[in-house]
């Protein structure tokens, strides 16, 4: 059973960092492509971030140079650096594992104030 659990949500004011972590329960880690997604209400889930088995990565073009993600399979889990933070980057961060089925987590809270 994949499963995974965000961690690291918070306030912070516009132009702060947070950093997420998905730690992943289970034995098939490194065979997971990982992903941050995120959700306001009212509009669907969007793209934030992917990472492959391979570090391969890609970003939303609306993240890109100020998000980072990476993956330490040891430990079973994947971050998002996330800094120079706007109020626009306020959502439910979801944690996405995907191998041949899609995993999520249950979402944390994040809050760029102004």
């Known amino acids: 059973q994949v499963q995974p659990v965000e961690s690291g949500g918070g306030l912070v004011q516009a132009g702060g960092s947070l950093r997420l972590s998905c730690a992943v329960s289970?034995?098939?880690?490194?065979?997971?492509?990982m992903g941050w997604y995120r959700q306001t209400p009212g509009k669907q889930r969007e793209l934030v971030a992917t990472?492959?088995?391979?570090?391969?990565?890609n970003y939303a073009d609306y993240v890109k140079g100020r998000f980072t993600i990476f993956r330490d399979n040891a430990k079973n889990t994947v971050y998002l650096q996330m800094n120079s933070l706007k109020p626009e980057d306020t959502a439910v961060y979801y944690c996405n594992a995907h191998l041949y089925n899609d995993y999520w987590g249950q979402g944390t809270q994040v809050t760029v104030s102004s």
């Open positions: 990472i492959t088995i391979r570090g391969t990565t």
């Open positions: 289970g034995n098939f880690f490194s065979l997971l492509t």
